[in-house]
């Protein structure tokens, strides 16, 4: 029998009971369907599909051609995990027309469930504008990456009094202008903690400790497949950069020997 798709619903029902939601990012179709075997949550398109995926230094070029192109690859290994979109740089920044627009392509041509857009009040009225066109919204505020040169780099964000309740204050105009979630990015733990408390909707924590309602990780960095650099907050749950370079090593070598292709491996 069919598992249950995860919908909008579940994600409140979650936050209600107390159950923690997971998620975690996929960019093709193969770790898509490996995370939705497993029954994660959520798979997010992120993004970081341009550092991790693509090679780049940041994820402020990506765009939404490359964007579409992964979510669908996406999409066909996800029947079940409710499946979000990030919104690239530039997809949503300018007005609230060219937002709706983009948003809707991720829905028209990739499938998605929901989109992701970073920011906090600047980006209230965008948030507002895709909702009405009936389209899901998860809010992302903390370190959002595609402003990392207005924030000084990767860096962790509501340290101090004024930029925490600055923050804080995000978190509540966001939910009013109707987005689902919003993730938290790179923020001390007890500040989650009271945006957590005080949000009628569920709060995804990325390095924003273990009070949210919810975690996502870059897959990439949890499977140990992206050694560039690697956030505080990551656990490494696998090393397949080891595991990938052993197999490589053994192949390279049977191959060289002339151990493979053996008998069993030919016709
Ligand atoms: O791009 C991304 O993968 C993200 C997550 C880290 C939340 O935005």
Partial sequence: MEEKKFTILDFKRKKDSGEKITMLTAYDFAIASIIEGIGVDSILVGDSLGMVVLGRDSTVSVTMDEMIHHTKAVRSGVKRAFLIADMPFMSFQVNDEEAVRNAGRFVKEAGCDAVKIEGGREVVSRVEAINKAG??????????????????????????????????????????????????????????????????????????????????????????????????????????TCIIGDAVRTYVDETKRGVFPDKDHSF
């Fill in 135 to 240: 389209i899901a919204v998860m809010g992302h505020i903390g370190l959002t990456p595609q402003s990392t040169s207005k924030l000084g780099g990767y860096r962790v964000q509501g340290k101090n009094e004024v930029s925490a309740s600055r923050l804080a204050e995000d978190a509540v105009l966001l939910e009013k202008a109707g987005c689902f979630a919003i993730v938290l990015e790179c923020l001390p733990a007890d500040l989650a903690k009271k945006v957590t408390l005080k949000a009628g909707i569920p709060i995804i924590g990325c390095g924003a400790g273990p009070y949210c309602d919810g975690q996502v990780l870059v897959t990439y960095d949890m499977l140990g497949l992206f050694s560039r650099f690697k956030p505080k907050f990551v656990k490494q749950y696998a090393d397949l």
